[in-house]
């Protein structure tokens, strides 16, 4: 985001005095970033970066300059503002209740409101010297014969929404919260030779909001819509698409998250082509790295909103890779969000794909991979926790967590309030220092202490599983409302044995895109990522671990693996 520094011969001179737009689309909790936009200004002094967000509730612009300070704000809220598709938070969820969808034109017309609104606030768009941004991950686009003719001939008298009306086989794009492709996703797994193999291929074991189950769905239930599609786009290949006035390619991060993508060899699997559906590989196009330059931007964008003709469009990704770009993370740092639902991300050099949890390629290495673990019993369990035993207390609670040492004399306790994600398993779970389940905890203090340590191992663990490896420099970056509690930080401290930063990341995969298109500018030339972002700001110091505890949990993980396996149905 920030200029390098260097001497005048540095390869990062370039990079002076540059200002960066993002905006997403996100449904509820999801991000869909559709774009970031790099501009060029003047001097170092009085350059500027501008982050959107184009959720799928709405799409909010902010511009901020080099030291962060926003300075143009605006936004689009979809249903009251775009109330003509009738949408409920962006989206519509179908009669069966597994189906949900936004119309696709719906955010084509969103981006046309957007620039529209910056234009009339005075934005001066000739100073973007690069486009590129995010996507929610798994969601579709159909493109319909004949609509790369109207891409490539976009009027500049004439709004993006009427021009490309027609142009999609499927109006409708199933997002990340349609879980309507069961079927598919048995089918799939069948014939890559079970869930552990489609994973070890692809990264993730068969899900219904995958991509390519989706789009096996629709061939099967839609074969006229199938067979008048010329192009599947991803939604972040849909809005680089759009700048790009063609076809934009998949890059490789958020072509992980489609069941497709043979994530070792970055080609599209053929064994899990032809599952899927027929000439597939030809829908799709060829992945391309993320830091890919896909071309310049569109003469549609130059002619009516003053863009410049250097424009370069940088290939777009998904909001999670986005955001692992965005939190800076580096080989051997895991990222923990404690929200209503616990997220993990994790910088990994040799993969090891489970049944539970995602690998991606990494959005800005590409030797290296990511992995995403989710875990859906995070705060509300805390909450219920700290009501039971600390009278509702977060003073009560940390007290507990303070006062009783690491390792909680030997208990722990697995809390699972709903059907938990990672592991596939429900109820609570308490073993005592013997490793006997119990039914109760010797007091509210073990109890409390048996509910963080035992939801902070099991991520460690489940992370291992995936191929994570603590390191000398390992860093663990915590966000989300439970981070403001240093002592239950202190107690994520204790299990990765490594010292956790707090870091703000509620414009992450904005600021993953910003950073992204500034680095596939200068990519070609040898920059590496972090050399872009080297002057970017630092994460917070919270709290380093306890001395000595790390001795307990290596010689304890063999017996909680045990038991996370045992309470599984």
């Known amino acids: 985001m920030f200029p390098c520094s260097g001497s005048e011969s540095s390869p990062c001179l370039t990079l002076r005095g540059i200002l960066f737009y993002g905006c997403r689309i996100t449904s509820h909790r999801n991000d869909l970033h559709v774009l970031c936009i790099i501009l060029r200004h003047i001097s170092l002094e009085s350059s500027s970066s501008c982050l959107a967000s184009l959720e799928t509730s709405g799409l909010k612009v902010a511009a901020v300059d080099g030291n962060l300070s926003v300075v143009h704000q605006n936004n689009v809220q979809f249903d009251s503002e775009l109330p003509e598709f009738r949408t409920q938070g962006g989206v519509h969820i179908h009669a069966d209740r597994l189906t949900v969808t936004s119309p696709t034109l719906m955010w084509v017309k969103a981006l046309d409101l957007l620039l529209d609104k910056m234009k009339g606030a005075g934005f001066d768009f000739s100073r ?36 490309l009306q027609a142009c999609f086989s499927a109006a409708d794009s199933p997002v990340w919260m349609d879980s309507s492709s069961a079927p598919q996703c048995r089918a799939l797994q069948a014939a890559a030779g079970g869930a552990a193999r489609l994973a070890q291929l692809t990264g993730s074991r068969a899900y219904e909001r995958f991509t390519g189950n989706q789009i096996a769905k629709l061939f099967q239930t839609r074969p006229d819509q199938y067979h008048n599609t010329e192009r599947i786009s991803l939604v972040s290949s849909f809005a680089a698409s759009l700048f790009l006035g ?63 003709e250097d424009c370069k469009v940088v290939a777009f990704t998904g909001d999670n890779p986005a955001s692992l770009a965005g939190m800076r ?61 600390a009278g509702g207390s977060w003073e009560v609670f940390s007290a507990a967590l303070r006062d009783t040492p ?18 596939t398993a429900v109820g609570v779970h308490r073993f005592d220092r013997d490793n006997n389940k119990v039914s109760s905890a010797v007091d509210s203090q073990v109890e409390i202490k048996a509910l963080v340590e035992g939801q902070f191992l099991s991520k460690r663990l489940h992370a291992e599983r995936l191929g994570f490896t603590i390191i000398p420099g390992t860093r663990v970056l915590a966000t989300g409302g439970a981070s403001s509690n240093k002592d239950i930080l202190q107690v994520l401290s204790d299990v990765f044995n490594a010292p956790v930063y707090t870091i703000d990341v509620s414009n992450s995969a904005c600021l993953g895109s910003a950073y992204r298109a500034l680095h596939g500018l200068v990519a070609e030339s040898g920059v590496s990522f972090s050399d872009v972002v080297k002057n970017a700001p630092e994460p917070q110091l919270a709290v380093t671990p306890t001395p000595g505890f790390a001795v307990w949990v290596e010689m304890n993980k063999s017996v909680i693996e045990k038991d996370l396996l045992l309470i599984q149905p």
């Open 128 to 163: 973007v010297r690069g486009v590129s941004g995010s996507g929610q991950q798994h969601g579709s686009v159909f493109w319909r014969t004949g609509a790369a003719h109207t891409l490539t001939q976009l009027q500049p008298d004439r709004s993006l929404h009427q021009q």
């Open 329 to 389: 993370l580096q080989e051997g740092d895991v990222a923990v969000s404690l929200g209503t639902s616990d997220t993990v991300f994790v910088w990994i050099q040799q993969p090891q794909p489970a049944l539970e949890g995602h690998i991606f390629c990494n959005p800005v290495d590409y030797q290296a991979y990511m992995a995403l673990l989710c875990f859906k019993n995070g705060s509300l369990t805390r909450e219920r926790i700290r009501n039971e035993c």
């Open 246 to 308: 063609d076809y934009a390619a998949i890059d490789y991060s958020d072509g992980s998250g489609m069941n497709l993508l043979d994530i070792r060899t970055r080609n599209w699997s053929e064994i899990c082509l032809e599952a899927t559906a027929p000439q597939l590989e030809r829908l799709l196009g060829a992945p391309q790295p993320s830091s890919a330059i896909l071309g310049p931007i569109s003469s549609y964008f130059v002619s009516r909103y003053g863009f410049s």
């Open 406 to 423: 690491p390792g909680n004399h030997g208990n722990i306790g697995f809390y699972f309030d709903t059907m938990e994600i990672t592991p």
